[in-house]
């Protein structure tokens, strides 16, 4: 029996961070970042609004959807780069709030490609009975890890949530190829520095601003687009499908931009490649799942349609998954 995902939810904060109210923080314009990027808007947390919040109304979302019980989730995997605190895990304490007795509780750290990393970690799980059900979350509230004088990072990300339950299902349906890779060598590509064992948290890295994003947009621009074009052709090719028999290639929201050179590669029309980025910008791990919860509500993926995920996050990490619903 293969793993699928039977169900998914969303939440994102109300707050909204238009390019309007960005060209009156730092020097830019709703022109540059709308041709450079895609992005119009983004949701923002408020001061006393952080992560596990959206994904536990995330996950509540999906649970519900899916009429299982929180019981009866056997793993929490929280994909977040921005957890409410370094200890204990969000997958913990989503586990608390949800009320999923039986699950273990834990946080992947795989920056973008969080998500596809929880599925990927959950799939073999499934599908050699070891548990039967699981829950895969991507949080983020990434704009408290946001330098807001630093104009190449602070107009791209987003703040929210998305969440799958995945469990066994029958005949060709659910994951029918998933990878995950990650190469360290571009650490500096997108990083933050402060706040670990390395350089800890004192009041040097706190006025250095180390405990903030640093991203070299440009050099990762292209890498994002091989690895997503190179390891979704690997999942079709390793299953025997084509494009053509792809509904929807739901790819991670980092640019319009990147979306467009990784459909050109991948010579899937425009109308099959899925993008909500001009209004939730990059949410890292929760792009995603938010997008396939949407594509799910809003009728663009029914029973039976094959999907292509991929993902590219800092590490670098990335990550390729394809599924029938
Ligand atoms: O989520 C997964 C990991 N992240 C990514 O994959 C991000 C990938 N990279 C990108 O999305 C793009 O590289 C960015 C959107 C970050 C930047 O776009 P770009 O077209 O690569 O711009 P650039 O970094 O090459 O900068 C071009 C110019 C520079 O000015 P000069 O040196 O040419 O005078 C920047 O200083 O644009 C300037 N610039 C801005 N101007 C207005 C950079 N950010 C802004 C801004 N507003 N917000």
Redo the contacts with the bound molecule.
Sequence with gaps: MNAGIISTGHDYPEGILTNADLEKI????DD??TT??GIKQRRKASEDEYTSQFAVRAAQRALESAGISPEEIEIIVCATTTPDQILPSTGCLIQKEIGAVNAAGMDVFA??SGFLYGITMVESMIRTGQIRYALVVGAEVLTKYVDYTD??TC??FGDGAGAAVLGPVEGDKGILATKIMSDGRYEEQ?YAPGGGTKLGTTHDTIDNGEHFFK?K??E??KV?VRSMAGISKEMLAKTGYTVDDVKMVIP?Q??Q??TDAVASRLKVPEEKVYSNIAEHG?T?SASIPIALDECIQEGKIVEGDLVLMTA???GVTWGGTLIRF
Aim: aromatic share 10%; with cysteine; proline share 0%.
């Design positions: 730092v020097e830019t314009s540059w970042i450079r990027t920056a973008c104009r190449s107009v791209i997108l991203m947009g440009n990762l621009f994002a991670h980092a640019n931009r990147i990059n890292s590219f996050g800092g």
